[in-house]
């Protein structure tokens, strides 16, 4: 018996007219709801208060993000114009000193490198839990789009290094609340 095409095209037509109908609502469907079993008293935030024996007070609207494997912990910093991105990390000792350190900074923002008087001159110290840190506000004038709020906060053989990259709109949003993040971190013992 031979493939007959007549028969198949009335096949076909048949299948196509038995599909259609002329119901033309559309159909909602109820499926059930899946626990992912999370406390409505458990905030996610939480987590990232403390890691590796350093602790802070985080800001509320402070969200957590993925960040660079040599961060501690990331941040994304919501302001009226955006997002800044803080990160934190640890180092070992002065990690190549506090003048290589905020002429980095000013590179990555397209400033030129100062002296170490000059970055002590323009720094302010802040007094955190864990101690006293160098606060650093790092704007490039040419640059509405760039600018820096860094720390450096000295812990017990290791160097913090805490910073927010923003506009420069941004950082004077910021300023305050990022100066009270600094503030608040601490050495768990």
């Not at 494997?69 to 934190?88: E, K, Q, Y």
């Not at 100062?114 to 101690?131: A, C, N």
């Not at 790092?138 to 820096?148: E, F």
């Amino acid at each position: 018996m031979g493939f007959n095409k007549e028969y198949f095209a009335l096949f076909l037509f048949a299948f196509i007219i038995c599909s259609c109908d002329e119901n033309k609502h559309v159909k909602s469907y109820r499926l059930p709801k899946t626990s992912f079993n999370i406390s409505k008293n458990e905030a996610p935030k939480d987590i990232q208060k403390s890691i590796n024996g350093i602790s802070w007070d985080l800001p509320q609207n402070w969200v957590p993000s993925d960040g660079h494997s040599m961060r501690l912990a990331s941040f994304d910093v919501p302001f009226s114009r955006g997002i800044g991105d803080l990160s934190i990390v640890s180092l070992g000792s002065e990690s190549g000193g506090l003048t290589a350190n905020v002429n980095r900074w000013r590179k990555q923002i397209d400033l030129g490198p100062i002296s170490e008087s000059e970055i002590k001159t323009e720094s302010i110290v802040g007094q955190s839990k864990s101690g006293s840190f160098r606060l650093f506000r790092l704007v490039n004038d040419s640059s509405q789009d760039k600018a820096i709020l860094a720390a450096v906060l000295p812990m017990q053989g290791t160097t913090l290094f805490i910073k927010l990259t923003a506009s420069q709109q941004g950082i004077i949003e910021l300023e305050t609340i990022f100066t009270q993040f600094c503030s608040s971190i601490d050495k768990v013992q």
